[in-house]
């Protein structure tokens, strides 16, 4: 997998379909072949970051 942020092959996997890039510090979810990404605030929430990519960029292909 590799990041679609900061392009990067440092990916962690921290739960079932979760992952989380660890050269740009974000979560990256697989839900129906997309990938749902989130930064997390400083206060352990998440905020979505799908509206700054393309579907196209965010389809997981098996």
């Known amino acids: 997998m ?3 942020n900061c392009r990067s092959k ?3 996997i921290i739960g ?3 992952y989380y890039c660890w050269n740009c510090y974000i979560e ?3 839900q129906n072949n ?3 990404l ?5 206060d ?3 905020s979505s970051l799908d509206d700054l990519f ?3 960029e965010r389809r997981v292909e098996r």
């Open 2 to 4: 590799i990041c679609p």
């Open 10 to 12: 440092n990916i962690g």
């Open 16 to 18: 079932p379909q979760q």
């Open 28 to 30: 990256l979810s697989v």
């Open 34 to 36: 997309m990938l749902h």
């Open 38 to 42: 989130h930064e997390v605030e400083l």
């Open 44 to 46: 352990g929430s998440l």
């Open 54 to 56: 393309s579907d196209e």
